[in-house]
């Protein structure tokens, strides 16, 4: 199957500052990336859905300034959270989709803490 | 509205078989897949049904009748490493994906 990574696999950083998670289609052209985010013993949540080369369309009650995606390639898309607090500490992770059969692979997620 | 609905927790034993069941609401439908996800982890794929009937896969295998909004997964000899939780999602007609919220699968020995 395809295979998509996640960088880095897991991050602290403190309130205030900004960070960037990486999303890569290693073995396929991803017309279509989605961000995800899982609170503990809760389901997926999308997030955003972008794609390449255009905005990302956001899902209701997600914040576009706070959470700021980039799709500029097809093999890349890229999450920042910026100005973190203690409440987005959660589990981020992307899926890519091809544009058939529109499966989703999905990176193997970043966990995310703010102290 | 969309609407997805599988049972919240399920508990087998280890060597049985379990049928994890879905059922679903949505605006159109181009396909419904299931994901198994372990804790901490994200989720892998395991079946893609568009037509109807039945697609085996070794111990795991999924049914889907469209004209009932309705899957099931079927897991037959039950390890403990199939403890996890397994997400159906359906396929809509922008084809975007509508998850469910996921069942929680537990084997005991």
């Known amino acids: 199957g395809a295979v998509v990574s996640q960088h880095p696999s897991w991050v602290i950083c403190k309130s205030g500052t900004s960070v960037k998670i990486e999303c890569r289609s290693l073995?396929?052209?991803?017309?279509?990336m989605f961000w995800y985010r899982q609170f503990p013993k809760q389901s997926l949540m999308l997030m955003a859905t972008?794609?390449?080369?255009?905005?990302?369309?956001?899902e209701q009650g997600v914040e576009k300034d706070k959470f700021l995606i980039n799709h500029a390639s097809l093999t890349l898309s890229t999450l920042t959270v910026t100005s973190a607090h203690p409440e987005d500490s959660s589990f981020y992770i992307c899926?890519?989709?091809?544009?058939?059969?529109?499966?989703?692979?999905f990176g193997p997620g970043t966990r995310l803490t703010v102290t | 509205g969309q609407n997805i609905d599988q049972p919240t927790e399920m508990t087998a034993t280890e060597g049985a078989i379990v049928q994890i069941n879905c059922t679903y609401q949505?605006?159109?439908?181009?396909?419904l897949f299931w994901y198994q996800q372990h804790a901490g982890e994200a989720p892998t794929f395991l079946s893609y049904?568009?037509l109807d009937g039945l697609e085996e896969k070794g111990r795991f295998s999924s049914f889907l009748s469209r004209s009932k909004g309705y899957s099931y997964l079927l897991l037959k000899e039950l390890q403990m490493k199939d403890s996890a939780s397994y997400l159906c999602?359906?396929?809509?007609?922008?084809?975007?994906?509508?998850w469910g919220a996921g069942t929680k699968l537990i084997i005991k020995p």
């Open positions: 899926s890519a989709r091809s544009s058939a059969p529109y499966e989703q692979y």
């Open positions: 972008s794609n390449e080369g255009s905005k990302a369309t956001y």
């Open positions: 999602a359906v396929v809509d007609s922008n084809y975007q994906l509508i």
């Open positions: 073995d396929f052209q991803a017309t279509t």
């Open positions: 949505t605006s159109g439908f181009n396909g």
């Open positions: 049904n568009v």
